[in-house]
């Protein structure tokens, strides 16, 4: 297996001499047809073979969550679902929600059943596929009451297991029998992306808050924090049971964790302490931020695609804690990236989310 070391500086070079780069690196899927993963990348999707080589996958814009199944690769387009054939490249199903404005995480049986969560709304919706030329949905849970995030489709119980975009966030269960939502466990976490399994039955979960990769055991009653590279702000992952390799995506970068060579430790604090009081927003909502030292810093506010939308704050900070309001953005409805940057310390984001 290789080494993580060599495998992100091979993918550091090579990004400089292809023009295929991440720029909004969401979701990854291993795609066992052609052995390579895929990822969704804003305005196009993105082969990459796990040593840093790059191409382009069909011409179709992928954005948001992403499913193989079967042949098959299926990206959420915030209001709708397309499949592209894996062999072909070419767009082969095209199905829209009326309503969806943020399908987001996605699932499927292993048959011919998908299963996504709408961010912004609170819903589950299942999506059969069996007929790519006439793909019809339903709309399985109204109300998830938190908002759902990340999914995965657990077989051994009949069930969909997803995670929460809430502070803390919740592992929740949907009965594919009866569509009934129950809790599983409150997580320890905040802001989580992304859920996926491996094969022995543990599960791992992506957080935004802190900036980590949490393991649970195959029902929940144990966990613990997976020892990474030095991630900033974890999507929705994506997990190879036949290497153990986990991949990460972090917008501008995905990285490959061999996790059999990986260890688990206990989690300490993260630095700066960056946190939200309320999310979703409101004119009352704060970050709170926390400075050991005096540095320059910038608070920097970014639209889903990376766009810089303003700069908060821009200052050579003290020592302290500090909170900023975040009152009078006059921002529309959708999901936004706010992005300390601390000179010489590195970066965190937090996703806001507008209601």
């Given at each position: 297996?290789?080494?993580i ?9 090579v990004?400089?001499?292809i ?7 969401e979701?990854v ?8 993963w895929?990822?969704?990348n ?6 990459d ?13 992928a ?11 299926f990206v ?5 679902i ?16 009326p309503?969806a404005?943020f399908?987001?995480?996605?699932t499927?049986d ?9 961010f912004n ?24 009451e938190?908002?759902?995030n990340g999914?995965i ?10 995670a929460?975009w ?8 949907v ?9 599983i466990?409150?997580t320890n ?5 992304g859920?996926?399994?491996d094969?022995e ?6 957080s935004w808050?802190?900036?980590r990769?949490t ?6 009653t144990?966990?613990?924090?997976v ?12 997990y ?11 917008f501008?970068?995905?990285?490959f ?20 009081s309320s ?6 909502t704060y ?5 050991e030292?005096p540095e ?8 889903i695609?990376g ?20 009152a ?5 409805t959708g ?7 601390v000179e ?8 806001l989310?507008?209601?």
């Amino acid at each position: 297996m290789k080494k993580i070391t060599t495998t992100l500086l091979f993918l550091m070079s090579v990004q400089f001499a292809i023009a295929q780069v991440y720029t909004n690196a969401e979701s990854v899927e291993y795609d066992p047809v052609n052995d390579q993963w895929l990822v969704s990348n804003g305005s196009r999707m993105i082969t990459d073979d796990g040593e840093g080589n790059l191409s382009f996958f069909g011409t179709g814009p992928a954005n948001l969550g992403l499913e193989v199944l079967g042949n098959t690769a299926f990206v959420s387009v915030q209001n709708g679902i397309k499949g592209y054939d894996l062999t072909t490249e070419a767009e082969v199903m095209s199905l829209n929600i009326p309503g969806a404005t943020f399908l987001n995480g996605m699932t499927n049986d292993g048959n011919n059943m998908l299963y996504t969560t709408e961010f912004n709304s609170n819903r589950i919706f299942s999506v059969d596929v069996s007929d790519l030329n006439n793909p019809t949905y339903t709309e399985i849970v109204s109300n998830t009451e938190q908002t759902p995030n990340g999914i995965i489709f657990d077989q051994v119980n009949n069930r969909l297991i997803y995670a929460t975009w809430t502070n803390p966030a919740l592992i929740k269960a949907v009965d594919l029998d009866t569509f009934t939502v129950s809790d599983i466990t409150t997580t320890n976490v905040a802001q989580v992306d992304g859920i996926d399994d491996d094969s022995e039955g543990n599960y791992y979960i992506s957080s935004w808050n802190p900036d980590r990769i949490t393991k649970y055991n195959n029902n929940f009653t144990s966990f613990e924090t997976v020892v990474t590279p030095t991630i900033d702000s974890p999507a929705d992952i994506g997990y190879n049971q036949n290497n153990d390799i986990l991949a990460i995506p972090t917008f501008s970068d995905v990285i490959f964790v061999d996790l059999s060579s990986l260890s688990v430790t206990d989690f300490s604090s993260e630095s700066f302490g960056f946190g939200i009081s309320s999310n979703p927003i409101n004119d009352a909502t704060y970050v709170e931020f926390t400075m050991e030292t005096p540095e320059r810093l910038s608070l920097n506010l970014y639209d889903i695609q990376g766009k810089l939308i303003d700069t908060l704050l821009t200052e050579n900070a003290a020592s302290g804690t500090y909170k900023v309001v975040l009152a009078g953005l006059q921002l529309q409805t959708g999901v936004y990236l706010l992005e300390l940057q601390v000179e010489g310390k590195g970066a965190k984001t937090i996703k806001l989310i507008v209601n």
